[in-house]
């Protein structure tokens, strides 16, 4: 990792994927609370969070342009605009008590985070091919001190104001135009990056690869079943009567766990391979939905959210070092958008679905639910690497 830890583009990186993450732990720590603090119906409460994946899923495809067209730099300046908008519009929304404002908000939220989950692939074009698992995780690694950061943030700020969280808002927004800043200072060596992927072809070829399905339909489940779980967990606890300070708390560890173990998640992807870790993220994820179902304690929430958020790094960091084996460095902007564009439309439905069950079915079924999709991307996985070498996975990313 050292070639990553020296080049100071990783660094800006990480450090942007610091701050930036921290908004987003914001909005998911506070974003189901509001909606049901604003939303005409309890079953509404966590459309604000819906709308945040929405508007994930509909960037994805326009900063995928912006970043083959302009330049990556061009689409970061996009998503800290937006990262700006979103801070000080729901700010405004929660002083005029407005659900819509907040909702709408949300949706410029969203196209902030798609951004921000670019910082990945952005790192490969950093550094030799050799070292783009690593690159990866050490960018993602910047997520811990937005784990810290984000619930710290919501526990100092929001009884400041007799608008309950409109500073918290207002202080993210601060946190985008650093992290605008800081980002302006990064420049790509394109050149050198995919250097290993497959053989040039049509961009109809890459994604008809077993290997790309496979490897974007665990990254759907991985992203899918962690902001299905997590989504709800806040308002569960507040239902079961926990005090918001341990929500924060949960929410605060589920972070640190998402991003802790990219440390060394990049070794064990280049020493064991992808698909191994990838099955390690997916079973941590099928025991954090165990832990759910067997109890409503302080203690079982926040086991459940550490394993959530291991679970989630192994199998979407697993899945993303798969999907940069698949293209080419000229694909690799489309290809990277197409992904992120199937992995977050389909965390909507898990979005949406997750607030009506949570409060039609309870807790318990919210995370039973999680453990059929792990199964079958496991079962997927598995298929993927009996086939012929030729086709199948290779063992190394």
């Known amino acids: 990792m050292s070639a990553s830890r020296m080049n100071p583009n990783i660094l800006r990186l990480t450090l942007a994927q610091a701050l930036s993450g921290a908004n987003s732990v914001v909005v998911y720590a506070t974003g189901a609370i509001i909606g049901n603090m604003l939303a005409p119906s309890p079953t509404l409460a966590t459309l604000p969070i819906s709308v945040f994946v929405i508007g994930m899923a509909l960037a994805t495809l326009p900063i995928g342009h912006i970043s083959r067209r302009f330049g990556r730099n061009s689409a970061f300046a996009v998503g800290n605009i937006c990262g700006v908008i979103v801070g000080l519009l729901a700010a405004y929304a929660l002083y005029v008590s407005s659900f819509i404002l907040f909702c709408i908000a949300m949706l410029f939220g969203g196209a902030y985070a798609a951004v921000v989950l670019t910082f990945r692939f952005a790192a490969a074009e950093c550094v030799n091919s050799d070292d783009r698992p690593k690159a990866l995780s050490t960018v993602l690694a910047g997520g811990v001190a937005a784990g810290v950061l984000g619930p710290q943030l919501v526990s100092a700020t929001m009884d400041l104001s ?83 300070v341990h929500s924060n708390t949960g929410i605060e560890l589920h972070v640190i766990a998402m991003y802790a173990p990219s440390f060394f998640t990049g070794r064990l992807i280049s020493r064991f391979g992808a698909p191994l870790i990838i099955q390690l993220g997916l079973a941590l994820i099928g025991m954090a939905a165990l832990v759910g179902m067997l109890g409503m304690s302080v203690s079982h929430f926040w086991l459940a959210l550490v394993l959530l958020g291991v679970g989630w790094n192994f199998g979407f960091l697993g899945a993303s070092a798969l999907v940069l084996t698949c293209h080419t460095s000229e694909d690799g902007p489309r290809v990277q958008a197409i992904n992120d564009f199937v992995v977050f439309g389909t965390m909507v439905f898990g979005s949406f679905l997750s607030g009506g069950l949570l409060d039609a079915y309870g807790w318990t079924t919210v995370s039973g639910l999680i453990l059929v999709p792990v199964l079958l991307a496991m079962f997927g996985l598995l298929w993927l690497q009996r086939r012929p070498s030729k086709a199948g996975v290779q063992p190394q990313t």
């Open 162 to 244: 007799p608008h309950t969280y409109a500073l918290t808002y207002i202080a993210a927004a601060g946190l985008a135009a650093l992290t605008g800043w800081i980002l302006w200072g990064v420049r790509f060596s394109p050149q050198i990056a995919h250097s290993e992927a497959r053989p040039s072809g049509s961009l109809a070829e890459v994604l008809r690869q077993p290997r790309f399905v496979i490897a974007m339909a665990c990254g759907v489940v991985s992203y899918m079943m962690m902001n299905f779980m997590m989504t709800s967990a806040p308002l569960a606890m507040e239902l079961c009567g926990i005090a918001r």
